[in-house]
């Protein structure tokens, strides 16, 4: 999608002239970098033990920069309008003051990040592998080839890698595997690749749901293993009917302890819940849920400030 960028340059005593012009035409969320005030800022501070404002030096000289950005409609070239009309306003009150106008594309930005995202074994079977880069990959590992499009998860984040370590452990060939939360389709994958027969990824959001697809449509045959892979948008405290050897999921502490109580209805005999997504700090938290909601925990993995944790839930 195009966009307008409308950068405004000015000396910095008229910036607030220029703003409340702005707001007068209702646009009140313009970008605004002004070093006068950031150099007005940094004097004040002063020096304190972890700031030394000798050694930052700020230019006063700069011109300020407003920066307002404009969609490509009718509401966007209204709005283009109206920055191009106060410019000119300015300009003739003598104002030092310039207009610069550069077409954008999201995609611009949008695939910035690939950049930094390569390919990398984040356990001792899985390498993950972006679905647009070529790499050499060693003989008798697991790749997953990911394209995490406007979902959550390339693969590399340290809570992934700790969930597949557990995985690699405590998920068997045949194994019926509930994925909670599964973003970009990561740890289902996983689970088809170690011998599960049967696994469901769920997640409330629809556009992973769609990209989880994708990416599984992309890694699994459909005769490989005769794995039964899928995602589907729902919540697994309602309407999920699905009963697993091994339930993972890889969220944020907070939201692992909010469905503890109703993950047992998910679980079969003997079957092992693998959380993540946990502060180390939170450990002792998440811990203590488990074992409140009847789990015996079997093991624990920490990786810097992040760590998972894997149970087995008990009868009652």
């Known amino acids: 999608m195009k966009y307008l960028e409308l950068t405004i340059k000015a000396e910095s005593n008229f910036v607030e002239c220029l703003l409340n012009e702005l707001s007068l035409a209702g646009i009140c969320d313009a970008a605004i970098d002004n070093p006068s005030e950031i150099a007005e800022m940094v004097a004040g501070l002063g020096d304190t033990e972890w700031y030394d404002a000798e050694q930052v030096q700020v230019s006063t000289s700069e011109l300020a920069s407003v920066t307002v950005y404009c969609t490509d409609d009718e ?10 009309a106060i410019v000119a306003k300015l ?11 550069t077409v954008r594309d999201d995609s ?4 910035a990040w690939k950049e930094y995202y390569h390919t990398a074994q984040v356990s001792e079977k899985f390498v993950v592998k972006p679905t647009w880069e070529d790499a050499h990959v060693d003989d008798g590992l697991f790749v997953i080839e990911i394209d995490p499009g406007m979902a959550f998860g390339t693969g590399t984040h340290e809570t992934t890698s700790l969930s597949l370590k557990l995985m690699e452990k405590h998920v068997k060939r045949g194994d019926r595997v509930l994925d909670v939360g599964t973003g970009s389709g990561i740890l289902a994958i996983a689970a088809a690749k170690l011998g599960a027969s049967d696994i469901l990824g769920i997640d409330i959001d629809e556009d992973a749901v769609r990209v989880a697809n994708e990416n599984i449509a992309n890694n ?9 892979v899928r995602a589907v948008v729902g919540d697994l405290t309602e309407g999920i009917d699905f009963t697993a050897d091994v339930v993972v999921a890889n969220l944020l502490a907070d939201l692992v302890m909010k469905l503890t109580s109703s993950v047992a209805k998910h679980m079969a005999d003997d ?4 959380t993540s997504g946990i502060l ?3 450990q002792k938290q998440v811990a203590e849920c488990l074992t409140e909601n009847n789990f015996t925990i079997v093991e ?6 992040w760590c998972a944790i894997a149970a087995v839930g008990n009868d009652d």
């Open 75 to 84: 509401e966007g070239n209204v709005r283009a309008d109206s920055v191009r």
């Open 91 to 101: 300009q003739g009150e003598n104002c030092d003051i310039t207009l610069t106008e």
């Open 108 to 111: 611009e930005w949008k695939d």
């Open 220 to 228: 699994i045959a459909p005769t490989s293993n005769d794995a039964n």
């Open 271 to 274: 079957a092992i819940y693998i």
């Open 280 to 282: 180390v700090e939170k």
């Open 300 to 305: 624990i993995l920490e990786d810097g400030e």
